[in-house]
């Protein structure tokens, strides 16, 4: 059975930082790149970052640039998203996925080309 896990969301003040970690099982990431993605309440799910198989290809968008970095390790068969300087904008239910039609990051994200979505995990930043 394959299940992805999202963990490592929480409340976190303006400014603060987070890493959000996506565990897969059943299922061998490590052909594929994954992508991070993120809704906001009322608001369509947007593409947030990937990283590709090499780990060479990545993708942020442009509003996290900068103060997101995305990692993985293949012995781990996870992926990590590490965030900083983090502002109420930021504030979303965060899910992973793995681009089974791809090992490289293509600039847009393609939604429809990523499976196995975990539940997601919150990240709510507020004073």
């Known amino acids: 059975q394959v299940q992805f896990e999202e963990s490592g969301g929480a409340l976190v003040q303006p400014g603060g930082s987070l890493r959000l970690s996506c565990a897969a099982s059943?299922?061998?990431?490590?052909?594929?790149?994954v992508g991070w993605f993120r809704q906001a309440p009322g608001k369509e799910r947007e593409a947030v970052s990937c990283v590709g198989s090499s780990s060479g290809s990545t993708y942020y968008a442009d509003s996290v640039k900068g103060r997101f970095t995305i990692s993985r390790d293949h012995l781990e068969n996870t992926v990590w998203l590490q965030m900083s300087s983090l502002t109420p904008h930021d504030t979303a239910v965060y899910y992973c996925?793995?681009?089974?039609?791809?090992?490289?990051?293509?600039?847009?994200?393609?939604?429809?080309?990523?499976?196995?979505w975990g539940q997601g995990t919150q990240v709510t930043v507020s004073s």
């Open positions: 059943g299922f061998s990431l490590a052909g594929y790149a």
């Open positions: 996925a793995a681009n089974t039609m791809r090992s490289v990051c293509v600039s847009p994200l393609r939604q429809y080309e990523y499976d196995y």
